[in-house]
T-cell receptor, first 114, second 114 residues
Framework: AQSVTQLDSHVSVSEGTPVLLRCNYS??????LFWYVQHPNKGLQLLLK??????LVKGINGFEAEFKKSETSFHLTKPSAHMSDAAEYFC????????????FGQGTELSVKP | ETGVTQTPRHLVMGMTNKKSLKCEQH?????MYWYKQSAKKPLELMFV???????ENNSVPSRFSPECPNSSHLFLHLHTLQPEDSALYLC?????????????FGPGTRLLVL
């Protein structure tokens, strides 16, 4: 069975410092992996996705993630945090044979201090 | 904005009430989804519709009844709900419900059952 684990429920950084949000997945086959962001009172928005092409994926707003099969990880990073990055972030896996079914992690709340 | 709208944005109902949540997408997509987002729990997929046919029902109680009259509209009819059904209900759409597709989310309806 496929699953995804976000290792931190809450991460706090200072503005201008790097961001690292950790995600590990479990999948019997090559999965599709996504990161979504949810700002308060807004719907989820796609940040980036991995679909078996390049292992380093660049997304919107300066975020990127690296697919590491040997570590079953798909961590989200950003070199320099901005106040507007404060939100909840979800790591998501799609089983390769179940199109349309997204399996969500529990979410990581990112706080950015001035 | 994502092109997916949901009404109402907030709803308070008693356990004996009947109400409906509405979702509309303006993206020309053929697949639509209902998710439940409860505090401290991962998003749960409730229903999937593709070309107006239900293709997935994740063991959702019968007090939740979906309806998809056309590819642009999705409803969730609610009756005799329980307090534990209080949550944020998110609607999403995607082009075909296929593997690796990005899903586009609405802002959600925050439901409180008294």
């Amino acid at each position: 069975a496929q699953s995804v684990t976000q290792l931190d429920s809450h991460v706090s950084v200072s503005e201008g410092t790097p961001v690292l949000l950790r995600c590990n997945y479990s999948s019997s086959y090559s999965p599709s992996l996504f990161w979504y962001v949810q700002h308060p009172n807004k719907g989820l928005q796609l940040l980036l996705k991995y679909t078996s092409a390049a292992t380093l994926v660049k997304g919107i707003n300066g975020f990127e993630a690296e697919f590491k099969k040997s570590e079953t990880s798909f961590h989200l990073t950003k070199p320099s945090a901005h106040m507007s990055d404060a939100a909840e972030y979800f790591c998501v896996v799609t089983p390769y044979n179940q199109g349309g079914k997204l399996i969500f992690g529990q979410g990581t709340e990112l706080s950015v201090k001035p | 904005e994502t092109g997916v709208t949901q009404t109402p944005r907030h709803l308070v109902m008693g356990m004996t009430n009947k109400k409906s949540l509405k979702c509309e997408q303006h993206l020309g997509h053929n697949a639509m989804y209902w998710y439940k987002q409860s505090a401290k729990k991962p998003l749960e997929l409730m229903f999937v519709y593709s070309l107006e046919e239900r293709v997935e029902n994740n063991s959702v109680p019968s007090r939740f009844s979906p309806e998809c009259p056309n590819s642009s509209h999705l409803f969730l009819h609610l009756h005799t709900l329980q307090p534990e059904d209080s949550a944020l209900y998110l609607c999403a759409s995607s082009p075909f419900g296929a593997l690796q597709e990005t899903q586009y989310f609405g802002p959600g309806t925050r439901l409180l059952v008294l």
